[in-house]
């Protein structure tokens, strides 16, 4: 079977290409390995830039939600605790450049992780989905705090609750995204930048990094903690199972 994850070297950048059938979806092995990924590209010197990009129709539809189904019997906290966590506190302590490059749709967990990177760059038509409520869950992977950062309280409460997508034009004037490209200009355009970033003053980026972390989310361990023990009271109620099994069954959900 095909790695879930590619990783792959342009010169001094790390390129994490997500490789799942369909839309990406994060699966327990998908996520083990960026963080394996993420762990080495913190290890190896010669690694100045990481770049985070997709195969497929889309960067990723966020949790897999086949596979969630199975790990029910299991508590979504201790779920959290080993796959969006510690992947989220890796790509912020990572004191490397790290550019998501974004195309088709991003949803829940992808939104988390890409939210997450240090600059994002997107493709025109890119479709943005809080996707949580879609489900019956609240915001997790570190969503409930980046979100309003970027957009706004207003505007993330707007669109967590309705679950509506953004566009890659709204995400760039809401300051979600750094950079809207033509589709085709993608991958080009991301390598080109994360080169740059590469070629940049290195231990500064990284201070700049930890700066911005202590200065703006010196809590976020500790919110990332809380998402995990809200996501366990929200995981255990008839509007998760119904979210899940209506998206699975292809029809609309009812909540009573
Ligand atoms: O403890 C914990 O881990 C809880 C944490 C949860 C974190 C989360 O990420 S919660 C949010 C999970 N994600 C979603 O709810 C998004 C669900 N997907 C969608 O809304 C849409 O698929 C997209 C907007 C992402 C893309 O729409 P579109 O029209 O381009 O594609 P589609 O037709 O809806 O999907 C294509 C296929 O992918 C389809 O399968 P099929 O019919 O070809 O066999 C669809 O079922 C499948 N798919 C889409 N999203 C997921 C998925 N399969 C598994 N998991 C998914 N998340």
């Known amino acids: 079977m095909d790695s879930p994850l590619h990783v792959s070297r342009e010169g001094a950048v790390m390129v994490l290409t997500l490789n799942r059938p369909k839309v990406n979806a994060f699966t327990h092995d998908l996520t083990v390995a960026l963080q ?80 997450a990177c240090d600059l994002r760059i997107a493709a025109e038509g890119t479709q943005f989905l809080v996707g949580f409520s879609g489900i019956g869950l609240a915001p997790d992977s570190g969503v409930s705090l980046l979100l309003p950062l970027m957009m706004g309280l207003g505007r993330a409460t707007e669109y967590a609750f309705t679950n509506k997508p953004f566009g890659a034009e709204e995400a760039l004037a809401w300051g979600v995204v750094n950079r809207v490209v033509p589709a085709e200009r993608l991958h080009e355009e991301a390598l080109a930048w994360a080169q740059e970033l590469a070629a940049g003053p290195l231990t500064a980026l990284g201070l700049t990094k930890r700066a911005f972390n202590r200065a703006i989310m010196p809590h976020l361990e500790a919110v990332l903690d809380y998402e995990a023990h809200i996501q366990d009271i929200a995981g255990r109620t008839p509007e998760h199972h119904e979210g899940v099994q209506a998206f699975l069954e292809k029809r609309p959900p009812r909540y009573t």
């Open 36 to 115: 394996k990924a993420l762990a080495q590209a913190a290890r190896e010197k010669d690694v100045r830039a990481v770049l985070l990009n997709a195969n497929g129709r889309a960067f990723s539809a966020g949790q897999d939600l086949t596979e969630l189904q199975a790990v029910e019997g299991e508590s979504l906290r201790h779920h959290l605790q080993v796959t969006y966590n510690p992947l989220i506190l890796q790509l912020r302590r990572l004191e490397k450049p790290v550019l998501a490059a974004l195309h088709g749709a991003v949803a829940g967990a992808a939104l988390g992780v890409a939210l």
